[in-house]
């Protein structure tokens, strides 16, 4: 890689759209990504995630709309003019290449000089620390080794844009929160833009400046992973990222008040953190309500004591921070919960 790297460039993706056949996948995409942003395709299993991240590097049938790289047009351009880096789930090494001789492919193609290529091939695997192991095969490193090659091959061609599509799925949880942190470190040395796709929520916030949510081929919100978290603008999404207290009816509370009224058009939103769990009966202050429950269910979650609760007609989950000697409600108890008022949102959508 050359010392002072390219500036690094956006993405814009305007009025998207994308069929296999007759089934529509990809529907009014519109979506700015900024330069050096790492920004997250974020949602379920066939919401598009891959399908969009394929057309932004031009895999996939011709999308209706337009794709921009930079300042450039590349909506039907093939995959190898636009300059951009993909890594794939399965990583797709060659087995019997060295580590060196993976990463160098991409620049051997491109008639490179050799002393260049093994200056920018060491480089390469200098940043994702594995020029140790550079004369080993695929079959003789681990998967989260693996997946550095995969990494590096990447970005010693020097792509515009970096893509990665479920990168980590196949490493086991401690790998993949060494690898996400690593991919951070790496994409933010480089500066370079970085689209990431998973349906792992956990690996979204920890990684993006921002995140689209994506549901049926479907925008529903972008923004920073706590933007979302605290101002989900749907029902999907206060659902997707954490667990969220989601109601159709009126809530009770102590002194026989409603809350809120029933409207079919609008759901109540507040997160189990809002309540807190106390004993009867309960002391509310200012900017809360006061409700009684029942305690239907209690999961010990090591920091937290998750609890669902049933008031009136509804069951809340509540969650209680835990630390040794503090007191923990069982199924069964009557309870008073404390909601901060303050944080209740209305969604329409
Ligand atoms: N080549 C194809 N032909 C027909 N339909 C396809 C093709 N590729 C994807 N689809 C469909 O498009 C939809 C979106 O698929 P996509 O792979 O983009 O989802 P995803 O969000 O990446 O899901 P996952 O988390 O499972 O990887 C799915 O309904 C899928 O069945
Ligand atoms: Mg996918």
Redesign the pocket.
């Known amino acids: 890689m050359s010392e002072i790297r390219p500036e690094a460039v956006g993405v814009s993706i305007e009025n998207l759209s994308l069929s296999?056949?007759d089934?529509e996948?990809l529907r009014g995409v519109d979506l700015t990504i900024e330069p050096g942003e790492f920004f997250t395709f974020l949602?379920?299993?066939?919401?598009?995630?891959?399908?969009?991240l394929r057309a932004i590097a031009g895999f996939g049938p011709m999308p209706g709309g337009r794709i921009l790289i930079g300042a450039d047009d590349v909506t039907g351009e093939p995959p190898w003019t636009r300059n951009v880096g993909m890594v794939f789930q399965s990583y797709a090494l060659w087995p019997h290449m060295t580590v060196r001789k993976n990463v160098a492919f991409g620049l051997e193609e491109r008639k490179i000089m050799a002393k260049e290529i093994k200056a920018r091939v060491d480089e390469a695997l200098i940043l994702v620390g594995l020029l140790d192991l550079a004369e080993r095969r695929p079959s003789q490193l681990s998967g989260g080794q693996q997946q550095r090659v995969a990494l590096a091959r990447t970005i010693v061609v020097e792509p515009r844009i970096l893509l990665l599509d479920?990168p980590l799925s196949n490493l086991d949880a401690n790998l993949r929160i060494q690898m996400r942190r690593d991919i951070l470190d790496l994409q933010r040395k480089l500066k370079l833009t970085t689209i990431f796709?998973t349906?792992d929520q956990e690996e979204a916030n920890t990684t993006s400046d921002r995140i689209a949510v994506?549901d049926q081929?479907i925008i529903q919100q972008v923004g920073s992973p706590m933007q979302l978290y605290d101002e989900p603008v749907n029902r999907f999404v206060a659902d997707f990222l954490g667990t969220a207290n989601l109601l159709d009816g009126p809530l009770e509370t102590a002194d026989g008040t409603h809350l809120f009224q029933s409207d079919k058009d609008r759901t109540v939103m507040f997160r189990p953190q809002d309540l807190t769990i106390q004993s009867l009966p309960g002391d509310a202050g200012p900017d809360t309500a006061l409700l009684l429950g029942r305690v239907e269910h209690r999961e010990f979650l090591g920091s937290l004591i998750r609890y669902n609760v049933a008031v009136g007609g509804h069951t809340l989950t509540v969650d209680d921070s835990h630390s040794a000697g503090r007191q923990a409600f069982s199924p069964g108890d009557d309870v008073a919960l404390v909601l901060d008022t303050r944080n209740i949102r209305i969604l329409t959508g």
């Not at 299993?45 to 891959?50: E, F, I, L, P």
């Open positions: 296999f056949g089934t996948v949602g379920p299993s066939g919401s598009g995630k891959s399908t969009l479920e796709v349906h994506l081929g």
